[in-house]
Each structure stands twice: as C-alpha cells, then as structure tokens.
C-alpha cells in the first residue's frame, strides 16, 4: 500500500473559506419597465420633429422627466 492510503484518517479535508457571491442587483418589474417606457414615449412626443422647442414644451418635458 501507499502511504497516502496508509495515513487515511476518514476526515474530510479542511476546506477554505467560502467567499460569498455578491447580490444580484435589483432588476425592474414588468409593470415599472412598461411605466417608464410609457414616459418616454411621451416625452418623445412632447418634442416636435422640427427640432425647434418652444419654453411651453420645454417646461412640459422637463416637468415630465423630473417626475420620473
């Protein structure tokens, strides 16, 4: 026989400390992803195709995205 099987004491060997796994970061429910596409679309909308923006629509979008 071997000496490694000769030297067998039925004990498990000590194991290393056992790092733990970092939390999985929170993710959106289906109904908050719908919520905050709903909100850009209608900021999409809020802004004309033209490019130009008047101060009334300016202030819409910007009260549209602080509410987000």
């Not at 970061?25 to 905050?36: G, K, Y």
């Amino acid at each position: 026989m071997t000496t490694s099987v000769l030297n067998f004491t039925g004990t498990l060997p000590q194991r290393s400390t056992v790092t733990k796994k970092a939390p999985r970061p929170p993710f959106f429910s289906f109904s908050s992803l719908l919520s905050l596409l709903e909100k850009s679309m209608s900021m999409m909308q809020a802004i004309p195709d033209n490019g130009r923006i008047s101060p009334s629509q300016l202030a819409k979008v910007r009260a549209m995205a602080e509410n987000l």
